[in-house]
């Protein structure tokens, strides 16, 4: 069973008529026609009965319309949801901030702004000495850092100043 058959065969059980269904979908009677035949090949029962007013669907097609609608919902809601997190990011993310450097002052500000920019970042502040939050860089256990110095440089670790004294 594939879902465009899916979608077709519930879409002639909601129209109740081939041909309709078959202008409603932008597709050719014969064609669809023979996709219908192709699913109930599939499922190896007849899915729905012709009639002088057009189709109904057997107890075996009432079975499947009811489980197709559900799997459509389902995959429309699926694609809905990774089409929502390719545009959102989201997940956690560890900053370090030293103790004595302007990172007391940033905290707020920064969550302020990563909260109204990206709501799916769960930010995790830790402030502990810049050695130390120099290790977790290294060791991927921390995003990023605000640090002091920055003068000498760290194998592993990019440096980029933030604020510069000029005394």
């Not at 990563?114 to 920019?117: D, G, H, L, P, S």
């Given at each position: 069973m594939n879902l465009r058959r899916l979608q077709?065969?519930?879409?002639?059980?909601?129209v109740g008529s081939l041909t309709?269904?078959?202008?409603?979908?932008?597709?050719?009677?014969?064609?669809l026609s023979q996709q219908l035949a192709t699913l109930e090949g599939e499922v190896r029962q007849q899915l729905l009965v012709r009639t002088k007013s057009g189709v109904v669907p057997t107890e075996a097609g009432k079975?499947?319309?009811?489980?197709?609608?559900l799997i459509l919902r389902q995959c429309d809601q699926a694609l809905a949801d990774m089409n929502a997190a390719a545009k959102n990011i989201s997940g956690a993310v560890a900053v370090g901030l030293a103790?004595?450097?302007?990172?007391?002052g940033l905290a707020l500000p920064l969550l302020r702004a990563?909260?109204?920019?990206h709501p799916?970042?769960?930010?995790?502040?830790?402030?502990?000495?810049?050695t130390t939050l120099s290790e977790l860089v290294m060791n991927g256990r921390m995003d990023l850092a605000v640090l002091y110095g920055g003068k000498t440089a760290v194998h592993g670790l990019a440096h980029r100043p933030c604020v510069r004294c000029s005394w």
């Open positions: 077709y065969f519930v879409k002639i059980v909601d309709q269904a078959a202008d409603v979908l932008h597709v050719a009677q014969p064609a079975v499947l319309y009811r489980h197709a609608q103790p004595g450097t302007a990172a007391a990563v909260w109204a920019r799916g970042i769960l930010l995790y502040l830790n402030e502990t000495y810049g």
